[in-house]
């Protein structure tokens, strides 16, 4: 492999994606990096867990979410242990699926069915948190090598840090926006029932505790109506 090359592209995905507008559009352009700079790669998906719910993001091809489908419906396989951080394995390779019916009984051969011949994923971590697994898939035996693997891990590495900010960013605004309609909500009380900042607040937190609706919801429903 030309490594020189390789940290070249790195470079350019790294700007490219800290250039994404979107949590979807960095997830979609880190899988597409890993198809085109991991040699063997046909499809790509990130899974996430939640508990035992799977989610496929972003993925390149069905095949990285039927995949990631049987894993939940089975409760085994390769990216359904991976993502789980609790196991501290970092990264996984499998040559010739066929040959793990020991580890997976269930999953490999249905996998093999589907059309996967190797297989390969790396955590999508920080310091702080495990942010999913980024699955790589083939349909051809033996497609992904031990070079394979430290390119996977060097790509994973800075699609981690940029995912991680694209949610940080994400979650920021999200965070504004609500307290922006809050804010909006509060003064279309205190004008409608000359309230205080405090009164025209408490109304809202007694109201979203009374119908079990969330506060930004209430708060929400205020400005679109001018009113309770």
Known sequence: MDWGRFAQQMAAMARDLLAQDSVAGTLERITASATEQIKGCDAAGILVLHDRRVETLAPTHQLAVDSDRLQHRLGEGPCFDAARSSLGERAFRIPDLTAEHQRWPAYAPQAHKLGIGSMMGVLLYTEDENLGALNLYSREPGAFTATSETAGLLLASHAAVAFSTART????????????????????????????????????????????????????????????
């Open 169 to 228: 960013h994400a979650q920021m605004e999200h965070a504004v926006a609500t307290r922006h309609t809050i804010g909006e909500a509060m003064g279309i009380l205190m004008g409608a029932r000359h309230l205080t900042e405090d009164q025209a607040f408490d109304v809202l937190r007694r109201y979203s505790q009374e119908q079990n609706i969330k506060l930004r919801e209430i708060a929400r429903r205020i400005c679109e109506q001018g009113g309770l």
